[in-house]
């Protein structure tokens, strides 16, 4: 299998099936073909009397200012060390390659202007794993993602550093390794790299792939904590939720019923005098189904952006380019701050079912240890879950909603969709170890309901957890522990299905 950059259409999955190696790419006689007309526009433009923004005239407040042939070079390499001003620490070389790979695929649509050349030497770092190193801080998402972009492509023109392996390298040692000589940039190449949303966009991808696993595993901790209250599944029947079709709430209704099915555990409380569950077992389809919602919704938003022309301006002809909004961050921005809150409240209700199983109810030992006094048993992680929920809520407050003015009003209405895309990231890393903490709980409250078995699934997650965190008998030091469950998180070791 390869994927054909320009013509195929990439998906969360395939991108990161590409970032992994497990996916070959290749370049199609077709895609040179359409950059190499592109470019014959340019070149054409470039040399012509009309001002046409971005290939011979200046950039921002400075669009009407024509640029001479002889002047056009010089103008793009200044372009981008006058725009790599980012600050902070270095973004995940991940994220960095998910920028190259999503870059490669847009100039190779055909409408960008630059040279093939240009797309070689791109492909060449990524082949090669040479990932340039990316400041996270300083895009504003309008236009596009500037600072961010302008780091990664510093490499091309011998500025910058790379990552090799885990070691920061300057680009000139790298070049030299290689036998590489750095470009010089031509008409319109310097804005086609740096206009675009490709540092917003790695961050969707990266995170949508987080959350794809996380919503599988909430339902997971979330039905072991069922399982540990000894909850009642008939708020999970499919009736009930096919008069109210969320499309998220069926799905987690549906695999809830998977997750319970064969239970000894539930079966040997049926006829218990318990009416209701409190709402953070109960409406598990309801609060996960909606973060499910937001995720399909983010998803099929990201999709169409990785697929898409984000530079400025666009080639239309030999005597016409668009100078347009498509680097504008605002339709993913809108979308992460949705995903941010989906992932938060996620945490938010598991953090309420630690907190269940901590109470001492319906044959559960408080704090889940049956020598309380002299222990704290699992009081304390909890402090630990309130913390991480509180942080998230803080996180909550959507960048999306903000901007201010940039390049002397001539960027008047940014998108700050970057923002969103970090702590979009920030919150699902938070949420990872929420969960993590409440399957211990869960696992915990399993020990007490013996002999009596769950489910399959719910048997083998038990298992994993406990090849790596016992039963907790009398208090012992449990940063080792969370970290374990962290880790098992992190890998995805979980069955979820």
């Not at 080792?480 to 069955?495: C, E, H, P, T």
Request: proline letters at 4%; one cysteine or more.
């Amino acid at each position: 299998m390869e994927f054909k950059y320009g013509i195929d259409q990439l998906t969360v999955s395939t991108i990161i099936d590409i970032v992994d190696g497990k996916l070959e790419t290749v370049l199609t006689k077709e895609t040179v073909e359409k950059v190499i007309s592109c470019r014959k526009k340019v070149e054409i433009m470039a040399n012509s009397n009309k001002a046409v923004y971005g290939i011979n005239t200046g950039f921002g407040p400075l669009c009407d200012t024509q640029i001479s042939p002889e002047e056009t070079n010089v103008l793009q390499h200044n372009l981008l060390i006058t725009h790599a001003v980012g600050v902070g620490n270095p973004i995940d070389k991940k994220l960095s390659k998910l920028m190259m790979i999503c870059k490669v695929h847009a100039l190779c649509q055909g409408f960008s202007g630059i040279r093939l050349v240009v797309i070689e030497r791109m492909l060449f770092f990524i082949k090669h794993n040479l990932l340039p190193l990316v400041p996270e801080q300083g895009s504003v998402g309008a236009s596009g993602d500037l600072a961010p972009l302008s780091h990664l492509f510093l490499p091309l023109i011998g500025e910058g550093e790379f990552w090799v392996n885990d070691e920061i390298v300057d680009a000139k040692e790298v070049h030299k390794k290689y036998g590489l000589l750095p470009l010089q940039l031509e008409a319109k190449e310097g804005l086609a790299l740096i206009n675009g949303t490709q540092f917003i966009l790695a961050h969707a991808i990266l995170g949508l792939d987080k959350m794809k696993y996380v919503l599988d595993l909430a339902d997971v901790s979330g039905a072991m904590s069922l399982e540990g209250f000894q909850g009642n599944a008939l708020p999970f029947h499919e009736t009930l939720h096919h008069i109210r079709p969320f499309k998220g709430t069926i799905e987690v209704a549906k695999r809830m019923r998977m997750l319970l099915e064969g239970s000894q555990n539930l079966a040997s409380h049926l006829e218990c005098e318990r009416v209701q569950d409190p709402y953070s077992i109960r409406c598990i389809p309801q609060v996960h189904g909606a973060s499910r919602n937001a995720y399909e919704h983010l998803k099929e938003l990201t999709e169409i952006e990785m697929n898409s022309v984000t530079d400025n301006p666009i080639i239309i002809s030999e005597t016409e380019a668009i100078s347009g909004g498509n680097f504008h961050g605002q339709p993913l921005a809108m979308a992460l701050d949705y995903g941010a809150l989906a992932a938060a409240e996620l945490g938010n209700i598991s953090d309420r079912r630690c907190y269940l199983l901590l109470e001492g109810k319906y044959g559960l030992p408080r704090l889940l240890t049956e020598k309380g006094g002299l222990n704290s048993g699992f009081m304390i992680p909890q402090y630990t879950t309130a913390a991480l929920v509180t942080e998230n809520k803080s996180l909550c407050f959507p960048p999306s909603a903000d901007s201010v003015p940039t390049s002397l009003g001539q960027e008047d209405h940014v998108s700050m969709g970057s923002i969103s895309g970090r702590k979009f990231n920030q919150i699902l890393g938070n949420l990872e170890k929420i969960l993590a903490i409440e399957l211990m709980y869960a696992a915990q409250a399993l020990e007490f309901r013996r002999p009596n078995r769950c489910s399959d699934i719910i048997e083998k997650n038990h298992d994993i957890i406990r090849t790596k965190v016992s039963k907790l008998e009398d208090d012992r030091l449990l940063k080792d522990d969370i970290n374990a469950m962290i880790s098992l998180v992190k890998n995805r070791v979980f069955i979820t299905s």
